[in-house]
């Protein structure tokens, strides 16, 4: 047995998986703000209670929060001090000099401020050059100095980013010493261990934002242990999901706390792609639309994309990210006139609290949950399975008064072009992250989930000709499916920075080597067996003279003439040319390594129901007067979800409600409930 | 034609502004160079059937209009001689004195046909590394015609009728230094203007004809209506302002660029009556750059969310006399154009400055500055050529401090990290730092300037082109005036000297260059800034307490808080 956990803004979500018979559970509580760990425990005690399971019974917890992000937006991280080398104390603040693109005429937009202020940022006299030489040894009295500023300066973390760190640590690690003598007991972040990469901005960010949450998250992963601890009477087995859509221990967790930013949606993505498997699609965007967001993952061939070049609220962040993009389109964005009199929907969200109009909690502005309920395409006694009833008269003023009266239209032509314009605000950002990762969209299945996305997905999916939409079992609680599903990770990565030309084989396999050799240990320490442990090794490659690099795996036997080949066929495919008489330069090395957990093998339902055979016969619930594009209202019937049996379809148009969601089909497509209760669209 | 309504607008909006970034992603995915995929120097636009810009996607400002001159200068020429374009053609000019920018910026055209009518254009812009001329990469000093910066092409056939055209690739290919690069970009170029065909006419039987034509119309006037709208917020008159280039490279003569504005209602005039004539050395601004300053200005202060289409553009007139900086006759250099494009910015908003002081931001850094290393490699015997931008101070505004070391106005670039920098080429950075007390003083402080020091580890020739060590960032709204910028050659050592801003020397493996940019202006009156802000700049290292004292009129204690006495005393007798 094994329970996911996902903290949210508003909701905590969890699954469990009975691994003897292939059930899940899910439950959903709210999250206390206050103190985290009461809305994990109740959680787990509730869906405990559902699935008539006890605790003894479990293998592990995999846990996903915000903690880290909130810390971050809220700006409560610890008060940070930054040690460097001389002369470049203001690395962190000068960042790339590029102010953001939405500052491009605004004048008033900045990048994010430095999460250390100048003062509390002290150099130390040192350098070291790019074969690692060290050309002015570190001076003690100047790192004295330094640790003692901080030190009266009440700082509660430290990070130390110098110079060329990454492949000479030797001033850093005497740094990590003199830090430990002088002001015992601060928690230190040094760059060579938190982001060993070239590019000092990036790295020294990271390395900020390390020691920014460390302090934060770690005293809520030590009350959350001794809280479960108390409770059941043993250490429980919990492990941490990370923005890389991999696992962690708790231990690593409470030293890498730079990790575990972002990794609710890291759990939808994994999610997405283990949905993409069990339904036979491995070519699939995932489409999470919540309340104020709408996150776009493009997984290619089964794999969900990692990259080392994201960044966290503005900040930069070198380690492994899941490749998500997310636009500010959900059931809470505002509509809302602009000073040249057009229609605007988002990106600004009303939110939870107070909400859209119809959840009557006192927002006034209309949303596009909203123009939803005035098209009958949410229930307004059946949202969240009849937790909140829904105001549509509410909602009728709110449109009306702040959009339909102004722009003289009706208040369903207003409600529809709400969902036109945050549909094409989707189609958009779809169609740009396809484009720019060279794929077309047109190959792929979207899986949408969250609470909104089936009410849209079919629209976009006619919009860009796909053909294709899943709508996932438990498609409101997916994120925590994903965690249950994700394996261990861990990720470490060398500067190289040579020509593959002047690269020596045996140079190479003994720094993999090493690489490895911490992997193993570290996964062997996690409790995986050998049968368990993959290991993967990668390059970051480019043509010399290039600033950006591609990602591909090497074979163990390094056969350096084949990597040459690898990396021309990667950059054919990402960037439509190679140049095979060009020099290849490997900079990075990394090595990864995943600690496999049992596949989730899902129960299907309904037994005995062969495949593409109706078992029985789908019954509509009711019929409503329901819009579709190109129809309007249509007296239209709607299905229970929980009540479609294996292999029955439906036909457009038509809607299918759940508790937590609802899917709109459109005329000339086809709904077919599959045998683990995903909804199949298919376009006719 | 009768208005849609106005989600058909939006919709049909945002349908052509994700084409602009759908070429857009086509060419930073497939383009060779660094300057496409990382600077992201390009712009990608649609017109309509007239050439009327209806959609653009741009990463930097300098961009913004760009097309819209040579998207209508296309279709006058192929208009009504003996030239005509035909489906699959594929039309490349970058010629300055043809509505371009500089002759490294290439722009592509391809028309859009339907069932054999034409119904728009496409077009991009982007730089290349190179087009042949003296210089590799066109940064160099001393060029004095268009002839020494480069191959031009004025309006050519690249494709005919979906073929690509040998003649002109064995043109190119013959006349630019790394031709598989060049060529590579221009054809990366091709390709996002072909995904701009396919779906332009796939929007535009989308939504048929009519509606199609009729939501450009609406498009084009809700932004035209857009920036009118902000325009009436400037109380109308006549406004006159100026700045100066510190000099052309050659002479040493400052070059003067002058604006009168005339704000009448929800319309803008500029006039350039007054500016230097055109000068020897290449910081000519040929007139698309000029407008592209201008829009700048105009989108900013009065609704810098507009989509910028051919209906914002609209509300300004220009008159700009010929055989002036800021609109040469050939063939003068236009290489350095942006030494003076920044200054057209800087002297439009010090002229609005007399209508709206409490919108306006006070003077900047202004240009980049942009330096090229260029030698051999000791370790590889490899010629090398290492080129730095550096940024100073970004202006201070009417809410709040400049930024500290930022990009600003025209400019919107990513500097080379250090350690990518020193991996590649024999130099050894030894500060990037803030130069404490370069912001100007004011109620909002001016942004500061950084200092990088560079040691050379191999013989390199140094050229640059930088400005604003002459003429100070200026101070607005009784703000102060921001450091000047000065290149340091081995500072505090024996030989130490100030080298000029513009030009080319030769230095030896050990020699240090210490390039100081310009800071920022001040916003305000610096008396009236909140104490506690001054004394967080002077415990930060950012402004001296000598400064903060004679400047702000702020005394610190020995513990580094406001002496708010001391202070008093000081502010009382300091406003006189």
């Known amino acids: 047995m094994r329970i996911g956990i996902d903290v949210g803004g508003t909701f905590t979500d969890v699954v469990l998986v009975n691994d003897a018979t292939g059930q899940i559970h899910y439950a959903k509580t709210s999250t206390t703000p206050g103190n985290l760990a009461d809305g994990v425990l109740a959680g787990i005690e509730k ?163 390390n020691a920014y949450l460390q302090p934060v998250t770690a005293a809520y992963l030590d009350s959350l242990s001794a809280r479960l601890a108390r409770q059941y009477g043993r250490e429980l087995d919990v492990r941490i999901m990370q923005a890389s859509g991999g696992s962690m221990t708790i231990r690593d967790a409470r030293e890498r706390a730079v990790n575990m930013v972002n990794s609710g949606p890291a759990g939808g993505v994994i999610a997405a792609s283990f949905i993409g498997q069990l339904t036979g699609f491995a070519q699939v965007i995932g489409v999470d639309m919540g309340g104020t967001s709408f996150d776009i993952s493009l997984i290619d061939r089964g794999r969900p994309p990692v990259s080392s070049e994201r960044s966290f609220c503005g900040y930069p962040v070198r380690i492994p990210v899941i490749d998500l993009d997310s636009i500010g389109a959900g059931g809470g964005s505002i509509a809302w006139i602009d000073p040249g009199g057009a229609l605007n929907v988002g990106p600004r969200s009303a939110g939870a609290q107070p909400g859209p109009a119809c959840y009557g909690r006192g927002g006034e502005r209309p949303t596009v949950t909203d123009a939803n309920l005035l098209l009958g395409r949410l229930n307004p006694k059946y949202f969240l399975g009849g937790e909140i009833s829904l105001d549509v008269e509410a909602a009728h003023q709110a449109i009306r008064q702040h959009v339909g009266d102004p722009l003289g239209m009706s208040v369903e032509d207003t409600a529809a072009g709400i969902i036109r314009i945050i549909n094409a605000t ?58 249950l599903v994700s394996d261990a990770r861990h990720d470490l990565v060398q500067t190289y920075g040579r020509l593959a030309t002047e690269s020596q084989p045996e140079d190479l396999s003994r720094r993999f080597g090493d690489l490895e050799k911490q992997i193993l240990e570290r996964l062997r320490r996690d409790g995986f067996p050998p049968d368990r442990i993959e290991v993967l090794w990668t390059v970051d490659a480019r043509y010399e003279g290039q600033s950006y690099e591609i990602n591909v795996p090497v074979a163990h036997d390094l056969d350096l003439r084949a990597l040459a080949r690898d990396f021309n066929a990667f950059h054919q495919r990402l960037y439509a040319y190679s140049s095979p008489q060009e020099n290849v330069q490997l900079v990075n090395l990394r090595v990864t390594g995943i600690g496999r957990v049992p596949p989730v093998r899902l129960k299907p339902l309904g037994g005995g129901a062969g495949a ?73 | 034609m009768a208005a849609v309504d106005p989600i058909t607008m939006q919709v049909v909006r945002y349908g052509l502004e994700q084409i602009a970034d759908e070429m857009g992603y086509t060419m930073m995915r497939t383009a060779r160079s660094t300057v496409i995929k990382e600077v992201l120097d390009f712009s990608c636009a649609l017109a309509d059937r007239q050439g009327r810009t209806i959609a653009q996607a741009h990463h930097v400002p300098m961009l913004v209009g760009s097309l819209d001159i040579t998207m209508k200068r296309v279709l006058e020429h192929y208009g009504g001689g003996a030239e005509r374009l035909e489906e699959g053609d594929v039309v490349i000019s970058n010629d300055p004195y043809l509505g371009g920018q500089h002759v490294m910026d290439m722009q592509v055209f391809a028309p859009v046909f339907e069932e054999g009518t034409l119904i728009g254009l496409v077009g991009n812009i982007a730089h290349q590394v190179d087009m042949g001329g003296m210089a590799p990469g066109g940064v160099a000093g001393g060029m004095t015609e268009i002839f020494q910066e480069g191959i031009r092409f004025p309006m050519i056939k690249f494709h005919q009728r979906g073929v690509e055209n040998p003649e002109v690739i064995r043109m190119i290919a013959t006349n630019v230094r790394i031709p598989e690069v060049t060529l590579g970009d221009m054809r990366s170029q091709v390709s996002a203007a072909s995904v701009g065909v396919r779906r332009f006419k796939e929007i535009y039987r989308k939504h048929g004809p009519a509606t199609f034509q009729s939501a450009v119309d609406t498009l084009l006037n809700y932004s035209e209506e857009r920036i009118r709208q902000g325009l009436r917020q400037i ?42 004539p055109q000068a020897r050395g290449n910081i000519n601004c040929p007139i698309a750059s000029t407008y592209a300053a201008v829009y700048y200005v105009v989108i900013a202060l009065s609704d810098p969310h507009v989509p910028p289409n051919a209906g914002a553009f609209r509300p300004v007139e220009f008159r700009i006399p010929e055989g002036t ?86 400019a919107r670039f990513m500097n080379t990290p250090i350690e990518a920098a020193e991996m590649e080429f024999p130099i050894l950075v030894e500060r990037f730092q803030f130069r404490p007390d370069s912001g100007g003083a004011g109620l909002y402080r001016g942004g500061l300037a950084v200092q990088r020091d560079i040691r050379l580890l191999a013989d390199a020739s140094f050229a640059r082109y930088a400005d604003r060590h002459k003429f100070a960032p200026w101070g607005v709204a009784g703000g102060k005036d921001g450091a000047v910028g000065e290149f340091v050659l081995n500072p505090g050592r024996e030989g130490e000297q100030r080298v000029r801003s513009k030009g080319l020397s030769e230095l030896r493996a050990g020699d240090v260059v210490s390039l100081r940019l310009p800071g920022a202006g001040g916003f305000g009156d610096p008396l009236k800034r909140d104490p506690e802000a001054a004394a967080r700049d002077v415990r930060e290292g950012k402004v001296s307490r000598e400064a903060a004292r004679r400047d702000y009129g702020v005394v610190l204690k020995a513990d580094m808080t406001v002496d708010e006495i001391e202070t008093a005393r000081l502010r009382g007798t300091g406003q006189t």
């Open chain 1, 47 to 209: 869906v405990l209670a559902i699935a008539k399971k006890s605790i003894d019974d479990l293998a592990y917890i995999v846990h996903g929060t915000t903690i880290g992000t909130n810390a971050l937006i809220e700006k409560t991280g610890a008060r940070t001090g930054l040690i460097t080398t001389e002369g470049f104390v203001d690395v962190l603040e000068i960042g790339r000099c590029q102010r953001p693109k939405e500052g491009m005429y605004d004048l008033s937009v900045d990048n994010p401020p430095p999460l250390v202020p100048r003062d509390l940022r002290r150099p130390v006299k040192e350098r070291i050059d790019r074969d690692g030489t060290v050309v002015t040894p570190l001076d003690e009295g100047t790192a004295e100095a330094a640790v003692d500023v901080l030190r009266a300066g009440r700082v509660e973390a430290i990070a130390v980013s110098l110079l060329w760190s990454f492949v000479n640590p030797v001033h850093e690690r005497r740094l990590a010493d003199i830090i430990a003598r002088r002001f015992p007991g601060v928690p230190v972040s040094l760059s060579s261990t938190v982001a060993p990469e070239f590019r000092e901005f990036e790295r020294t960010s990271t390395t900020v934002l």
């Open chain 1, 426 to 483: 989707m189609v958009k950002g779809i169609a740009v992250n396809s484009i720019e990762r060279g794929h077309d969209v047109r190959e792929f299945a979207l899986v949408a989930f969250g609470g909104a996305g089936a009410l849209h997905a079919g629209d976009l999916a006619d919009e860009m000709g796909i053909r294709t939409v899943i709508v996932p079992t438990l498609c409101g609680n997916l994120s925590a499916l994903g965690l």
């Open chain 1, 612 to 684: 593409g055979r109706p078992s029985a016969a789908a019954r509509p619930k009711a019929h409503r007067p329901i819009f579709f594009f190109g129809r309007g209202f249509v007296e239209a019937p709607v299905y229970e979800r929980d009540h479609l049996p294996v292999g029955a379809e439906v036909a457009g148009p038509c809607l299918v409600e759940e508790s937590i969601a609802g899917s709109v089909i459109t005329a000339g497509w086809i709904g077919r409930a599959d045998e683990y209760g995903n909804l199949i669209l298919r376009r006719q």
């Open chain 2, 235 to 276: 109380p109308d008159g006549t406004y006159a302002g100026e700045d100066f280039v510190d000099d052309d490279g050659i002479g040493d003569e400052p070059f003067r660029v002058a604006v009168t504005i005339e704000k009448a209602g929800g319309g803008i005039a500029v006039d350039f009556e007054g500016t230097s």
């Open chain 2, 325 to 410: 900086v800021v609109n040469p006759r050939p063939p003068a250099g236009v290489t350095a154009r942006t030494n003076t494009t920044a200054k057209i910015v800087e002297a439009m908003i010090r002229a609005l400055a007399q209508a709206v002081p409490d919108r306006v931001v006070s003077g900047s850094h202004a240009q980049s500055t942009t330096c090229g290393f260029v030698g051999y490699h000791p370790r590889t015997g490899k010629r090398f050529s290492f080129t730095d931008i550096e940024v100073g101070g970004a202006p201070a505004r009417p809410y709040r401090d400049g930024r500290d070391g930022q990009d600003s106005h025209l």
